[in-house]
Structures are given as structure tokens and as C-alpha cells.
């Protein structure tokens, strides 16, 4: 799996666009993925990756940054084992692409914001 591009409001991976938010979890594509509170992660929107117990997870704040990490998730993640990179979304998939040739793509998974 590979991320081959992103641009504001669009992403493409191995092949096929996508244009609403998503996340990466072992490998799946899980589309049109949206936060409870619109521009906040919280614990609740990402159950699966917990789930999953990825190594790391990449989060794309969107273009501009204007997702945010609700407070305290950092450390819940950390708790469970959890690494979490933040970057703005064109970072998080360059960063996405470099951590699954490193560690593989059970052990890294994304939550991406495609616009602001």
C-alpha cells in the first residue's frame, strides 16, 4: 500500500481516489470517516486504531492544521502503547509512506483530515 498523492481535499492510494476524510487501519481503507466534533480527535473516532494497537499513529490535521488532538489523547494513546506523530496532512502522508517501509503496515496507521 502506498499513499501516491494528496492535495487539498483529495487523496490518492494505490490507485483509487478518495475525497472525504479516512483512515488507514492494518492495511484497510476505512472511508468517509468524521470526528464527533467536526475539527476535534478524540478518543471516540479512533476505537479501531486502538483496537488495532498500531505502533504508531499518523494523523493528518488537515492542509492548514485546523484538526486538533483533543487534550490528554497523546498520553491515553501513549498508555496503550501508542506513538502519535500530528502533521499537516501532506507531511502525515509522506511520513505514513516512509513508517510503513520501515515497520510494516500493521504496525503504522493513519487518521486523515483532506482539506483544512
Not at 502525515?92 to 515497520?103: D, G, H, P, S, Y
Amino acid at each position: 500500500m502506498q499513499i501516491t498523492s494528496y492535495r487539498f481535499g483529495a487523496i490518492s492510494i494505490d490507485g483509487s481516489d478518495y475525497t472525504k476524510d479516512l483512515k488507514i487501519v492494518q492495511g484497510k481503507v476505512i472511508q468517509d470517516w468524521w470526528r464527533q466534533k467536526g475539527h476535534l480527535l478524540q478518543q471516540q473516532d479512533i476505537t479501531d486504531v486502538i483496537a488495532a494497537k498500531p505502533h504508531t499513529l499518523v494523523v493528518g490535521t488537515g492542509a492548514s492544521g485546523m484538526m486538533k488532538v483533543a487534550p490528554g489523547l497523546q498520553q491515553f494513546l501513549a498508555e496503550k502503547g501508542i506513538r502519535m506523530e500530528t502533521l499537516p496532512s501532506e507531511l502525515a502522508t509522506m511520513r505514513f509512506n516512509e513508517l510503513i517501509e520501515m515497520e510494516g503496515l500493521d504496525r503504522v496507521a493513519l487518521a486523515i483530515h483532506l482539506t483544512c
